[in-house]
């Protein structure tokens, strides 16, 4: 006998892995810093939820010097609110560029 939609179990809860993108890696470390626009020491900083040993996607990164990078981890929405930044614009700016760049249709 087939139980109806609404009661089936439904399989567990399971975490979706986050993109890995080493190459995405490598053209936001090429970008300024969106804090102070300086061009050395820059690293690509995962914005979004991560703890627990999970990081978030790297396709959610910005580019950020490591001075704010430091400040970012401390606090993410004080240091956008500080620096007048909105990151999840940043973040949808850079992936469309970088898709661009690849060929790819966004």
């Known amino acids: 006998m087939n139980a109806p939609l609404q009661i089936r179990p439904r399989p567990p809860y399971q975490r979706s892995k986050p993109v890995r993108d080493a190459e995405y890696r490598r053209f936001i470390k090429r970008l300024p810093c969106a804090a102070c626009l300086r061009t050395w020491w820059v690293d690509a900083c ?20 490591r001075a704010h990078h430091a400040e970012f981890d401390q606090c993410q929405w004080k240091f956008a609110e500080r620096h007048g ?4 614009a940043l ?8 898709d661009r760049l690849k060929g790819r249709a966004a």
């Open 46 to 65: 995962h914005s979004g939820p991560h703890a627990l040993g999970q990081k978030s996607s790297d396709r959610d990164c910005i580019p950020l010097c």
């Open 85 to 88: 930044l909105d990151i999840p």
């Open 91 to 98: 973040i949808r700016r850079f992936n469309e560029f970088y």
